[in-house]
């Protein structure tokens, strides 16, 4: 269950997060799960890095996991890409 209150609060997220976010979204829009892999290849951050950040947004509940990948979480926005 994600935690409302922290979905609220982007301002709680990193730098590194953010882009990491933005990145598994942008591979979300093709329909497309985000790997770890994937992610630090489009953003050029240490795939440790990426999965520190990948964890932390999937325990926030900003991510889901499935399997080794993740999409969006919870969210009451739009994405324009």
Same mark, same amino acid.
């Given at each position: 269950?994600?935690?409302? !209150? @922290?979905?609220?609060?982007?301002?709680?997220?990193?730098?590194?997060?953010?882009?990491?976010? !933005?990145? %598994?979204?942008?591979?979300?829009?093709?329909? @497309?799960?985000?790997?770890?892999?994937?992610?630090?290849?489009?953003?050029?951050?240490?795939?440790?890095?990426?999965? @520190?950040?990948?964890?932390?947004?999937?325990?926030?509940? @900003?991510? %889901?996991?499935?399997?080794?990948?993740?999409?969006?979480?919870?969210?009451?926005?739009?994405?324009?890409?």
């Amino acid at each position: 269950m994600p935690d409302e !209150e @922290r979905l609220e609060d982007v301002q709680e997220m990193t730098s590194a997060d953010m882009t990491v976010y !933005e990145a %598994v979204a942008a591979l979300n829009t093709k329909e @497309r799960p985000a790997t770890a892999a994937d992610v630090a290849a489009m953003t050029g951050l240490p795939e440790d890095d990426v999965r @520190r950040c990948l964890g932390s947004l999937a325990e926030g509940g @900003r991510l %889901v996991p499935k399997g080794d990948a993740y999409i969006l979480g919870t969210h009451d926005w739009g994405l324009e890409y």
